[in-house]
């Protein structure tokens, strides 16, 4: 099934916070560098503007103060055509982070700088949720911001029943930040009542163990040598939809890193006792991987939105759309659904398009 006009489609939303991105040019580290290349990112922001790319409206909510930086952001996401009509205001800065990018054995870095960001500062009861989600098919929100205050964490499962109540389909990345929690409360004791309402759930090989202690048996991410088998990865679906039951569909991204600059990357994913598996793709030349879940996310729930009864082929396009990313400067994927049909296809030569 092909997708119905963007005029007739509901929206998508999506709930988090956004950054300036300032990050090393060139592979510098910090104390090399001299300058730094701003823009801005953060997972929910990166999926609402993956979608808006595909054409699917969007919607992404998130507080951020009255000044020039914050008008800034929000410009920037209105370029991409992503909805910023819920945009709360208020609370005195944007968060920031800044990023080393590694090469070969050298790990990249980042350095969060979002303390009492205005996201961070939310409550519950700011968002009027049944407004916001009057007229959507989808919610999506990450790990990451109930990691930030338990104020964030409240308002994102005040949105999480009021999207259950609605009828709407709540996808949510585990995406764990052991840096993040912060404020007295653990993962552990913060998710559960969160993926409790979720009908999709992403996670990579440590989300699911480092939350819910939930593991494949002998696995160990240090040793692949970038060699994952997506078959190991059944079991810990399989845990996540018992624990979880309402989930119809549990999803692995499989990232095998050679290097910084060289990783292996696919997925599968776990629905109605069947698991499919992804085409692995050998990435040997990574540009910037910082966003590649959240586009594989983006492209996943473009996948399910377009192809409803073909969990197959939503999953190729969602790894193939993070394949794509990973050859793009910044934290945005922004690649066209043609752009990805084509690798889809079988054409990832990169010749010179004429």
């Not at 202690?213 to 040598?225: L, M, Y």
């Not at 990865?233 to 990232?255: G, N, Y």
């Not at 050679?258 to 040997?284: F, K, P, V």
Request: proline share 2%; with cysteine; net charge neutral.
């Amino acid at each position: 099934m092909r997708l119905q006009s963007r005029r007739k489609m509901k929206k998508v939303v999506t709930f988090g916070e956004v950054m300036l991105r300032l990050a090393t040019p060139d592979y510098l580290r910090f104390i090399q560098a001299t300058q730094l290349n701003a823009n801005f990112g953060g997972g929910e922001a990166n999926v609402a503007v993956s979608l808006a790319n595909y054409g699917i409206p969007t919607e992404f909510v998130t507080r951020l103060p009255k000044n020039d930086i914050a008008e800034w952001c929000i410009s920037e996401l209105r370029k991409y055509n992503v909805g910023t009509n819920h945009i709360l205001r208020g609370g005195n800065r944007v968060g920031i982070y800044f990023l080393e990018t590694g090469a070969v054995a050298r790990a990249s870095k980042v350095i969060y700088d979002r303390a009492e960001s205005a996201i961070a500062q939310i409550e519950q009861g700011m968002v009027n949720w049944r407004e916001v989600l009057k007229d959507a098919q989808w919610f999506h929100w990450t790990g990451i911001t109930p990691a930030l205050s338990q104020g964030a964490a409240d308002a994102c499962l005040e949105a999480v029943k009021t999207a259950n109540e609605l009828g709407v389909t709540v996808s949510c990345d585990l995406n764990y930040r052991k840096n993040l929690w912060k404020y007295g409360k653990t993962a552990s004791e913060i998710m559960p009542a969160l993926v409790e309402g979720c009908d999709i759930i992403l996670g990579n090989e440590e989300d699911a163990e480092k939350v819910f202690g939930i593991k494949p048996e002998g696995f160990d991410v240090a040793k692949t040598d970038g060699e994952i088998n997506a078959a190991e990865f059944e079991s810990v679906c399989k845990q996540l939809q018992k624990r979880f039951p309402r989930a119809k569909k549990v999803i692995i991204t499989l990232r095998g890193s050679i290097n910084a600059n060289h990783n292996t990357w696919g997925g599968c994913l776990y629905a109605d006792e069947i698991l499919y598996q992804s085409r692995r793709y050998n990435i040997t030349h990574i540009v910037d991987r910082v966003g590649g879940g959240d586009s594989f996310m983006g492209g996943l729930i473009y996948g399910l939105i377009s192809y409803p009864d073909n969990d197959q082929r939503a999953l190729d396009f969602a790894v193939a759309a993070s394949a794509l990313k990973h050859t793009i400067y910044g934290d945005i994927n922004l690649v066209t659904t043609a752009e990805v049909e084509q690798l889809l296809k079988g054409d990832g030569s990169g010749r010179v398009i004429r």
